[in-house]
């Protein structure tokens, strides 16, 4: 069954730290790799994508990583904000399957000033 | 463009009484997906459509049912509401399964 699977659950950062978040798969075959924002009370948002052959994808002070041998991403927050404060969930495609899509259950991210 | 919009925002049943959320997109989108999301659970796949008139089922569908008339609108119906129902709701449409999702605002629902 294909799973993913997020870390940490939650974590609390000061604002202008850096966090990374981390996002392991066992979607097969892989497609593509998604990264989305969901602010409290609101629907995702994607932030990036990323295929098989893209190993780093930036979107202004968010920075996506793959490395599909060992099948896990990152994301990495740069200089947080208040406004990162959000849930970041990983959502990975299959290129079949009626069900093509896995969701991460989320890393919610906490930032205090 | 509106992208999706779903109604209510907010709603508050009663066990056994049934009701339809509705959602509608306006980019043409072939792909269209219900999800309902819990504390601890993330997105679970509710039901799907790939296109007008074609419609499947996803990990969660009892107590669901869907219709796809147009390709504009995927309305969302509760048969019989059980507190078990109790959760945020989201319609998401894209160009295909594997693009990019552009979810809707979401509805709240509780069943009492």
């Known amino acids: 069954k294909n799973q993913v699977e997020q870390s940490p659950q939650s974590l609390i950062i000061l604002e202008g730290k850096n966090c990374t978040l981390q996002c392991n798969y066992t979607v097969s075959p892989f497609s593509n790799l998604r990264w989305y924002k969901q602010d409290t009370g609101r629907g995702p948002v994607s932030l990036t994508i990323m295929t098989f052959s893209e190993n780093t994808k930036s979107n202004g002070r968010y920075t996506a990583t793959l490395d599909a041998d060992t099948k896990q991403s990152s994301l990495h927050i740069t200089a947080s904000q208040l406004s990162d404060s959000a849930s970041y969930i990983c959502v990975v495609s299959a290129f079949y399957g009626n069900n093509r899509l896995a969701f991460g259950k989320g890393n919610q991210v906490v930032v205090i000033p | 463009n509106a992208g999706v919009t779903q109604t209510p925002k907010f709603q508050v049943l009663k066990t056994g009484q049934s009701m339809t959320l509705q959602c509608a997109q306006d980019m043409n989108h072939e792909y269209m997906s219900w999800y309902r999301q819990d504390p601890g659970m993330g997105l679970r796949l509710i039901h799907y459509s790939v296109g007008a008139g074609i419609t499947d089922q996803g990990e969660v569908p009892n107590g669901y049912n869907v219709s796809r008339s147009t390709t504009e609108d995927f309305p969302l119906r509760l048969l019989s509401a059980a507190p078990s129902q109790t959760s945020v709701y989201f319609c998401?449409?894209?160009?295909?399964?594997?693009?990019?999702?552009?979810f809707g605002p979401g509805t709240r629902l509780t069943v009492t």
């Open positions: 998401a449409s894209s160009r295909g399964q594997g693009a990019e999702q552009y």
